[in-house]
């Protein structure tokens, strides 16, 4: 069973940059990939980014190309998410995922962690 906490969220002003990390325990890290998806208020939950086991091969929903970055720290179990040039429509819960499988960390990811607020404000 892998453990997920999430950590990092808070309130940023629109064009600001906000760190998240997600530290994972129970499991051997480097056998999973991890990702991030993200929730905001009456919208569906949806896949923000993945990154291989590795860390050499990353994801991207295409709104947040080019302004999110996703990376690995394997001998520290954790994943981050860098944000930067933040959009107010990026207001939403962040929940850390992760799973043995490279395509279904993606879509329909085993573990979960609670998640953590980021507000964007205008």
């Known amino acids: 069973q892998v453990s997920l906490v999430e950590s990092g969220g808070g309130l940023v002003q629109a064009g600001g940059s906000l760190g998240l990390s997600c530290a994972a325990s129970g499991g051997t890290f480097s056998n999973y990939a991890m990702g991030w998806f993200r929730q905001a208020p009456g919208k569906e939950r949806e896949f923000v980014a993945a990154?291989?086991?590795?860390?050499?091969?990353?994801h991207y929903e295409d709104s947040v190309k080019g302004r999110f970055t996703i990376s690995r720290g394997n001998a520290k179990n954790t994943v981050y998410l860098q944000m930067s040039s933040l959009k107010p429509e990026d207001t939403a819960v962040y929940s850390c995922?992760?799973?043995?499988?490279?395509?279904?960390?993606?879509?329909?990811?085993?573990?979960w962690g609670q998640g953590t607020q980021v507000t964007v404000s205008s």
């Open positions: 990154i291989n086991w590795r860390g050499d091969i990353t």
């Open positions: 995922v992760a799973d043995v499988n490279t395509i279904v960390v993606r879509t329909r990811p085993n573990y």
